[in-house]
């Protein structure tokens, strides 16, 4: 079982987007061979582009949880 509790993922992704790095919900150990976006910006991945746009995950400016990624796809 995983950090929270959960089973082991049994999928296969192309491509992941993480927007944070909390220990207890941020799994992509589990996937091989996937493509991986954490940073903000523009990534083009054959013909999808995956921007990236910094945030906060608190409402202190990021004081409290740190920054956050809100992706568009």
């Known amino acids: 079982m995983g950090a929270v509790g959960y089973d082991p993922v049994n999928l296969e992704a192309d491509i992941i987007t993480v927007s944070h790095n909390h220990a207890d919900h ?22 999808l582009e995956i ?9 202190d400016k990021g ?10 796809i």
């Open 26 to 47: 941020n799994n992509i150990k589990d996937f091989k061979n996937t493509l991986v976006v954490k940073e903000e910006g523009k990534t083009l991945i054959k013909d």
């Open 51 to 59: 921007e990236g746009i910094l945030s906060y995950h608190d409402n």
């Open 63 to 72: 004081k409290l949880r740190g920054e956050n990624i809100i992706f568009t």
